[in-house]
């Protein structure tokens, strides 16, 4: 975990100085202002700070760096999704980190509390995006899309209070799967979580379970209850609460602290206790207050729909698990003796323009022992050396670092053997 | 490209709630907020809106969506990249969009300009990140680290004056290798400039050539030929433009606008006409000028030792000692690098595309050294590919040659021929996503058949 470090001031910014590189291309004016920048940063280390004499060093709250082991689970994770999402015929987007302020919020502003905003310098009002949808309806709704299939994995920022034992962030990463258009009913629905099974399978997390409802039958359900229509969506978010709450909490907070009548909180209980296969779907069929609803039975036709092609789709089981390297070096280039940066230099080139991921020490002259140790501690499962005796007798010695058996292979066929031992592995 | 679209208001509210759904997992809070962000747009349409009737909907001024053609040019470029980047042994590394204001701007603040502020909301004061290098510097000052080989794929953000056709914006993605840490001279220099080759020879963006100069030999060009100290970086910047303008013009701005005597721009003039192979390097040795100023020495000898490696490496008909490269040199120590593609002799049809560099880089050193109170310090030397620059290149060249690109990677259609056939194309094509696989053969076949088939395309 990164470390709050406290650097003096000066230091920071002749640090900050050093390492301000102008991005590339002919951007003179970007230049420019880099150099006003760092010229200002180290004329600003002459004028001492009265209120903070030493600089923290941090990322912002709720934000972080993710160190290359977490890069390398990462890319597995994303890996897997996107596979999965390609293989459904999903088309890739991508749209800015921010949109106009407009957009997110409708001049809903400042309530919302959640959404970053951006300043106001004198151009557009802009805040960061705080999910990938709302993006993704502007997308449709500027091309006048009507149909689309389409995943996003992008960063989004939310103010909230970040928890971060429970991987919750401000800027958190989101793979997004949508489809957009008129079909025949529930046949993309079901295509949905048939994705969410691979994926979950996928990623070998355990055994899982995914809950389905309806919207239409939890109103039609609040409905038959007696609830209040204005109180619909206070009462759906104390039930929402029931992964985390009891249900004598949430029974509580809904008749102490929204106001509902405990009759109906109780029925209210009979229902929401219910889960089970299609079977249940068949019972709240047959529900006799249920079925006078006719928004609860247009969504339980649906999820029985939806359930007989979940059927038909059916679901896999896969398995696998192992250490993690945060390089992909195949091959590492030795010399024991003093004076063959040259053919070091030479190898690894061969290496390279043959599209082998290889590595050596930028050494003059490195120890032998000391490259051999770099690659066990990183994992590199194969050395090629060269020396005197290999020079004068044409050959490179080819190392595994896992059994430390060594064989000679003659020069020309460095690529060959190489490639040979790489891909049995 | 996107057509700003005008939509009434109302229309805009209702499809804004129908496509809002809430996040994945347990977050109710933000569950609650989505619907009352969604109850808040349906009651707003409501209340119609005096000013502005109809809403019009875009992406900001200098940003755009990429569109499914685009994101498979930009997935096929990153993924070379990365490629390279893994395969000379970089680690990975992200860090978040915006930093502690104080760590990009040190209360530079406001005159900056370029970058983007967040709103002051009550908690810390944040500026998204302008660069990868600022981050960088700040992961290996906070984490201690004194050795570390890295890449980083992001974006970044500029509020600069976007030039859409150079294909400039103010939200763009950045490609950066460095190589942090006390090694053997030159060799990780080389290494970075045999990686900028690999990547556009891989790339296919035609012939490119790579200056290279050293801030040194700059420097002390400029000590021999009579520029006073104070006036470096300004000369420094003009002479960055001899890729733009004329040496007459240039010329003319540093005597003119930047006050330098004309024998004195005119001896510059003689040395950053210079350019060549390493042969130019055993020129300027026996210069009689040059060879008298110890910076220039140090450089040229850096320099001398790079070209051999280089020569090694096999890349060497590829680098051009120049000496008008100048590329900011306040923040460079060492050698710098920039990558240029040559323009082909114009194609049928096709508009020469002038669109500056595609790579560039150098050598910062005497970070840490300065302060350190043990002066350790961490020298650094990276490139950054501009990966914008070289997506519309590409953008361009695909328009031109009218290729097609297919936004999807689906392997297989499945289908009928006969009505009330949707069971069995359902679990035919759950059969097929089951094998991770994206015609009259037997069913029990099917997979085996369809895997021999894809592996012979």
């Not at 204005?230 to 992964?243: E, H, M, N, T």
């Not at 290496?351 to 022992?369: F, Q, R, S, T, V």
Request: glycine residues 6%.
């Amino acid at each position: 975990m990164p470390q709050l470090r406290l650097l003096p001031r000066r230091a920071w910014a002749a640090l900050l100085s050093q390492l301000l590189r102008p991005p590339c291309a002919s951007s003179s004016g970007a230049v420019h202002c880099h150099s006003q920048v760092a010229k200002a940063v180290l004329t600003s280390q002459l004028k001492p700070h009265q209120d903070k004499p030493n600089f923290i060093i941090k990322t912002p709250k709720g934000t972080r760096d993710l160190s290359p082991q977490q890069m390398v689970v990462r890319e597995k994770i994303l890996d897997l999704v996107v596979s999965c999402f390609k293989r459904h015929g999903a088309k890739g987007l991508d749209t800015p980190a921010f949109e106009l302020k407009e957009v997110l919020t409708e001049k809903y502003g400042e309530d919302s509390g959640l959404i970053y905003d951006l300043k106001d310098q004198g151009g557009e009002l802009l805040s960061l995006r705080y999910d990938l949808t709302v993006p993704f309806a502007r997308y449709l709704a500027m091309n006048k899309v009507k149909r689309m299939k389409r995943y996003h994995v992008g960063k989004v920022w939310r103010r909230e209070s970040p928890t971060m034992v429970q991987g919750r962030y401000r800027e958190f990463c989101q793979c997004d799967f949508d489809i957009a258009g008129q079909f025949d009913p529930m046949i993309p629905d079901a295509e949905c979580l048939k994705i969410m099974c691979e994926i979950l399978n996928g990623l070998q997390l355990g055994d899982f379970l995914i809950k389905v409802n309806d919207r239409r039958i939890m109103d039609g359900m609040f409905a038959v209850c007696g609830v209040p229509e204005s109180k619909f969506r206070a009462v759906g978010s104390s039930i929402d609460k029931l992964d985390k709450m009891s249900w004598k909490d949430v029974r509580h907070e809904m008749v102490a602290k929204k106001g509902l009548a405990p009759e109906v909180a109780d029925q209210i209980g009979d229902y929401v206790q219910c889960h089970g296969g299609v079977t249940l779907v068949e019972q709240m069929f047959q529900d006799p207050r249920l079925s006078q609803n006719k928004q609860a039975l247009e969504g339980l036709e649906d999820l029985k729909l939806l359930f007989e092609y979940l059927t038909l789709f059916g679901i896999s089981e896969k398995t696998l698990g192992e250490r993690v390297r945060t390089t992909e070096t195949q091959v590492f280039v030795a010399t024991p003796q003093k004076n063959f940066l040259q053919e070091r230099l030479k190898l690894i080139a061969e290496l390279w323009d043959a599209g082998i991921k290889a590595e050596m020490l930028y050494k003059n002259n490195p120890k032998l022992l000391t490259q051999l140790h770099y690659c066990e501690n990183m994992g590199i499962p194969l050395v090629v050396i060269i020396g005197e005796q290999e020079l004068k007798e044409g050959v490179i010695k080819l190392r595994s670092v896992a059994s430390r058996e060594e064989v000679a292979i003659k020069r020309e066929n460095l690529v060959a053997e190489v490639q040979k031992r790489l891909s049995k592995s």
